[in-house]
């Protein structure tokens, strides 16, 4: 398994922006597919958006489509989550991952996914 390290979150106005970070520790995941999913308080975890290894196919749930961008940079072992247009509906706790097996599409199904990052805040204030 890959250590994960998730960044970047904090309490922003609705209609603000946040980019959240992923790093891998220990080894290189520039051959694995990267996940983000979140959970609200109360709340299963939900996908949000995935990309392959190579950047060449994302996913992502409806409720983000157009708002959010997931990318990466291999070369600094990094996934990044741009957040646009927040709403309160975002707020949640944020967590990336790295699955089981990469596929392309990347999965987006929490269980499919067993390397997971320790979660950062975003909370979006009305």
């Known amino acids: 398994q890959v250590q994960l390290v998730d960044d970047g979150g904090g309490l922003v106005q609705a209609g603000g922006s946040l980019r959240l970070s992923c790093t891998a520790s220990?080894?290189?995941?520039?051959?694995?597919?990267v996940g983000w999913f979140r959970q609200a308080p109360g709340k299963a975890r939900e996908f949000v958006a995935c990309i392959t290894w190579g950047g060449g196919n994302t996913n992502y749930a409806d409720s983000v489509k157009g708002r959010f961008t997931i990318s990466r940079d291999n070369a600094k072992n990094t996934v990044y989550l741009q957040m646009n247009s927040l709403n309160p509906d975002d707020t949640a706790s944020y967590y990336c991952?790295?699955?089981?097996?990469?596929?392309?599409?990347?999965?987006?199904?929490?269980?499919?996914?067993?390397?997971w990052g320790q979660g950062t805040q975003v909370t979006v204030s009305s």
């Open positions: 991952a790295v699955p089981r097996t990469d596929t392309v599409p990347c999965g987006t199904y929490a269980d499919l996914y067993d390397s």
């Open positions: 220990g080894r290189a995941f520039s051959s694995n597919n």
